[in-house]
């Protein structure tokens, strides 16, 4: 298929791409961008290792067409988890992630920094239902998800003190 | 055993912020100038031969590279020495649907997506076998030649004197429970990247590097050298980042062959990918079980005998299936105290994918099995199950009927711990007081174990399993080279947390080059539970070595004996001369020591601040160097700071480096018997649990509300990994419990995907509760044993006593699905049978159902093609279908 010329604006840097028009956001992160931090692990929107934010909305990178998210006009603001950490700092909820056990093998940790980060901005103080309901399209074999939680509120607690960064 | 300064603390694993961030590198995130993509043509039929393969058009579509097919690499391999079944790819036939036919290398992935369907490949269909039962009757069409009746092994074993164990019983149980397939579904696809370098010598084709998401590249390394021809030391493997593995990257999966086979025949580099369906049909997870158990019971409870006979289903290949159906015999030992064991065990040969090690390996099933029929027992004696289980406990040090060697037990206080957390003694069988609605809930407890690991290793030998390098440079940088797996579990921050705490040193100076086998040495790999047992004592040796070569060192600076020399915090001083506690730092000490002569008395300045201003113009370790030297100079001390114990150290051995090695002790490496070989460890985990569920009895959906679960891990190295492993292993658990399993039509896997196979999200999965129990074991290093696989077992049983405790039926076969629940509560009621289970009762199921049970497809499934021997099932004799 010919390669088309778009235009993608990711991390607050805009990118002149030429790839092909069915080409799906991951690959063009992945390949194009190399930005390999979103990570494809069921190719069908299942389990949401791929998730990046479009506008601080969360959303599945593996079906989406790289071509339908164009800023032409600052609109389809992209983030990956390479744009999560803070003025060469973590995040708070990056490093609460490993103080607490939230990431094992760290496959799917990605996509949860990306939901969780949108959760936190939404919703600043979530109920532990909240942050159940909100985790459910991401999936992880290895934690049972309990230091997840513990993680996240740690990471409230820490933004909350104004203490984000690292030690 | 609060004294140690990185044992015990909970510390966040080295590697977390490369995979919050994103920047680690998982094997498909890898990159090579000029590599192009593989692709993978799957067999469309569950037995048949190859009359032919014709690639013809697809190697003609412009982009493709070359068309790999079995006879481009037809040696066999397998990951046991005694079964080397498999090929890179099928020659001459296939045996399951999803059996490797042919790969295709082309310039991107579309195009050899595109070039797979001009592939034509003719195909003579044989009978195909997807029930164990049947496929042992089998006389013909076998899957394999050298294995009669489709037998991969049987093995039959007698400790004690079973016979006898039966007529002392005062009462005894015995039924048939089955536990369906289940898969690790590792948040990782597999991937791997094969390509070569050049050899300067002949200028020809040369080493050979693989880099692939394994949790044994060692034995990645032993295989690629069988099936490529090639010496191993031309070839290396590296082990990237690793998204999960659960043992299902414990072995040599098709791909990490077929890619480096697809390498030397395209001339470039090759990665593949699998997509997640690819990743079922590898699979190699837990078969298919069905399991006749009978125990024997006294009136006071002491168990007399038990007598197994198991079968599993072992998919196309034998994988690990040899030792799986070991393990399931040689497990029944060594959590209680058992006089008499009778096991027979089947691993059988099926038209499925090959089912191999996956968490808790071979022991779950018959787990499940066990502690369910050990709660039946109770309820006919009238015994408490937790009291029954108390009455049987091993008194250590044991060794047990079949050769095991228990020494650290912490069961007694793993039961006592979700005992008086769960409140069993008040709310055990009293939950549904007064409750007259449909929902009722239940308690139930289970136990279980684990080795931490094999005490002999798949390629039989002498040699150490584990050996571990540390160097330290005069930067004062410790760095590890360690052949220990790191994926997910945590062994890299486990080897640095030993060696900073053998050294003394704080945790930031140590590095880990890991898993790497030109640069580290032989670690036989991630599974059987046995790194930090066996890689952590590796290290410890390593680090004690070194350590001993820096003390004696400093000894000798500092005017005393060796035994007294302190290291901890980075600080190295005399017994009793210790460093007041806020100088913990090593730059403060040497600092503080060399303030006097900057210190000015009349400005005040501070002396730390003066030292910085040097500091700041001449970095690291210049100026430490010119300290030392001071130092040095104005003779002995009383301390000094890690760095300069180093320098000294140096000085005096002309390198710093220590290696330590690890093998298990001839005592811990069981009997002489057949198949012996099998279940001794050098120490086993041990593990008690209480469910606490919710049935509802009008739509027979059980959820579990709480779990309490407790591990003995012999001492928690870091009780935050601890607490993840353990929760991981009985969340893991659950789902195998209530809702993980493989849908099969025609042997054909109907749920190959994450949302079909029901992997639990996190609304699905309860609350809970870890208590570690910290046994400290003789052996184990500071005491350590496994905990990442113990825990899985428990959590299948407890849940099967809570649905008795709730409802009062017993579940014989697992996951209990809404489906087998409410089967089971009609039948208990009498009431009219609905067909959602084959017409098959739960609590007394006879054979596997090739639709594992939940959905029946009569009718319904896909298309087969016409010759299909399922079509023809009532003429082609041992072939299942409808």
């Known amino acids: 298929m010919k390669k088309e010329l778009i235009e993608l604006r990711v991390n607050g840097r805009r990118h002149e791409l030429a790839v092909e028009p069915n080409k799906l956001l991951l690959d063009v992160l992945r390949e194009d961008l190399g930005l390999t931090g979103s990570k494809r692990g069921c190719d069908e929107s299942s389990c949401g290792a791929c998730t990046i934010q479009v506008d601080g909305v969360p959303m599945l990178s593996c079906t989406m067409i790289a071509a339908s998210y164009q800023s032409e006009h600052g609109e389809h603001e992209i983030t990956t988890v390479e744009g999560v950490a803070e003025r060469g700092a973590l995040a708070a909820i990056q490093k609460a992630y490993g103080e607490w056990g939230g990431a094992q093998c760290g496959y799917c940790t990605p996509g949860f920094m990306m939901t969780v980060k949108a959760l936190m901005e939404r919703n600043p103080e979530p109920t532990d239902e909240e942050i159940r309901h909100a985790l459910s399209g991401n999936l992880c074999r290895c934690t049972g998800y309990s230091q997840m939680y513990q993680a996240i509120k740690s990471a409230i607690e820490a933004e909350q003190k104004g203490m984000a960064a690292g030690r | ?882």
């Open chain 2, 1 to 882: 055993m609060s004294d140690f300064s990185v044992i015990g603390k909970p510390i966040s694993l080295i590697d977390a912020p490369s995979k919050t961030t994103g920047q680690g590198k998982y094997a498909d995130d890898l990159y090579m100038p000029g590599m192009l993509i593989g692709k993978i043509l799957h067999s469309p039929y569950p037995h048949a031969l190859i009359k032919s393969i014709d690639a013809s058009k697809a190697e003609a579509l412009e982009g493709v590279v070359a068309v790999v097919v079995g006879s481009d690499a037809p040696n066999k391999y397998g990951i046991l020495p005694v079964g080397h079944d498999e090929t890179a790819l099928a020659v001459e036939k296939v045996r399951y649907v999803g059996d490797n036919v042919a790969c295709v290398v082309a310039v991107s992935e579309s195009i050899a997506e595109q070039a797979l369907e001009l592939i034509d490949v003719e195909y003579e269909l044989l009978p195909a076998y997807f029930d164990p039962e049947d496929a042992m009757k089998a006389e013909s069409d076998l899957i394999h030649d050298h294995r009669p009746n489709n037998i991969e092994k049987d093995y039959h074993h007698v400790f004690g004197d079973p016979e006898r164990g039966f007529a002392e019983a005062d009462a005894f149980v015995e039924g048939r429970f089955i536990a369906n397939e289940v898969t690790h579904a590792a948040m990782e696809p597999h991937a791997t990247l094969a390509y070569f370098e050049f050899d300067p010598q002949t200028g020809n084709e040369g080493r050979l590097i693989v880099q692939s998401s394994t949790q044994v590249p060692y034995y990645l390394q032993h295989k690629l050298s069988i099936v490529l021809d090639m010496p191993m030391q031309q070839i290396r493997v590296i082990k990237p980042l690793v998204g999960g593995g659960f043992g299902g990257k414990s072995e040599i999966i098709p791909l990490e062959i077929i890619a480096a086979v697809a390498a030397r025949k395209a001339k470039a580099p090759v990665k593949i990918t699998y997509s997640r369906e690819e990743v079922f049909w590898a699979h190699r997870g837990r078969p298919r079980t069905i399991i006749d158990l009978k125990t024997g019971i006294k009136k006071d409870g002491a168990i007399t005998a038990v007598a197994a006979k198991v079968i599993q289903d072992g998919g196309a290949y034998c994988s690990y299936g040899v030792v799986t159906i070991l393990y399931s015999g040689a497990l029944l030992g060594a959590l209680y105290d058992i006089p008499n064991i009778k096991y027979d065990g089947f691993r059988v040969l099926t038209n499925k994918p090959a089912c191999g090690a996956m968490r808790g390996h071979g022991t779950v099933n018959v787990r499940f099995a066990f502690e369910s029929q050990l709660d039946e027992l109770a309820t006919k004696i009238g015994m408490d199950p937790a009291d029954v289980r108390r009455r049987n406990l091993l008194q250590p040090p044991a060794v047990t009927v079949n050769g095991l060697r228990v020494q650290s037990y912490g069961l007694p206080e793993c039961i006592e711990k979700v005992w008086s957390a769960s409140q069993w003694t008040q709310r055990k069988g009293k939950l549904n007081a007064g409750n007259t609605g449909p929902m009722k809930r239940g308690l139930g407890m289970a136990c279980s174990h684990y080795v931490s690991g094999a005490a002999n290793s798949i390629i039989r030998s002498d040699m150490p399993h584990s050996t571990v390098n540390i160097k330290i440079d005069r930067d004062g940088g410790v760095i590890i080279y360690t052949g220990a797996s790191d994926i997910g579990q945590g062994s890299d921050t486990m080897v640095a947390q030993i060696a900073a705490e053998v050294l003394g040193c704080k945790i930031r100076r140590v590095k880990v080059i890991a898993a790497d086998t030109d640069l580290t040495p032989i670690d036989i790999g991630s599974y059987s539970s046995r790194v930090t047992f066996m890689n952590g004592n590796a290290t410890l040796r390593a680090a004690q070595e070194i350590k001993n070569k820096i003390a004696s060192a400093a000894a000798r600076k500092m005017n005393c004996a060796v035994e007294e020399v302190n290291m901890r915090d980075d600080m190295v001083w005399r017994t009793g001369k210790k460093p007041s506690s806020n100088g913990a730092h090593a730059e403060d000490i040497l600092e503080l020591v060399d303030a006097p002569r900057a210190l000015s008395p009349e400005t005040g300045e501070s002396p730390l601040g003066t030292v910085r201003e040097v500091s700041g113009r001449v970095e690291g370790q210049i100026l430490r160097g010119s300290l030392q030297q001071k130092r040095k100079d104005e003779g002995p001390k009383d301390r000094m700071s890690f760095e300069e114990a180093v320098v000294t150290a140096i000085e005096v051995n002309g390198a710093l480096s220590g290696t330590g090695s690890y093998a298990p002790p001839t005592d811990a490496r069981g009997g002489k018997h057949k198949g012996g070989g099998v279940g001794p460890s050098p120490a086993y985990s041990y593990a008690a649990q209480v469910a606490e569920v919710e049935v509802d009895e009008e739509t027979g959906h059980v959820s579990v509300i709480k779990m309490w679960a407790a591990h003995d891990c012999g001492r928690a190295l870091n009780p935050v990994s601890v607490e993840g492993q353990v929760i991981g292993s009985v969340w893991m658990g659950l789902g195998q419990a209530l809702q993980e399993e493989f849908v099969w039509k025609d042997g054909l896997l109907m749920n190959a995907g994450m949302l079909e196979y029901k992997s639990p999200s996190s609304v699905e999965s309860p609350e809970i509760e870890c208590f570690i129990v910290e046994s400290v074991d003789p052996e184990g290093p500071f005491g350590a044993k496994e905990a990442s696989e113990g825990s899985l077992a428990a959590a299948i049983p407890a849940v099967a006593n809570a649905i008795y405790d709730a409802v009062g039926v017993r579940l014989r076969e697992c996951p209990f699905t809404p489906e087998r629940v409410l089967s089971a509560i009609r039948a208990k009621n009498g009431e009219k049978k609905i067909s959602m289970t084959g017409g098959v009762d739960p609590t007394n199921p006879h054979k596997l159902r090739e639709h594992g049970g939940a959905v029946v497809y009569k009718g319904k499934g896909p298309k087969r093609h016409e010759q299909d021997p399922s079509r023809k099932a009532a003429v082609v004799p041992g072939v299942t279908g409808d």
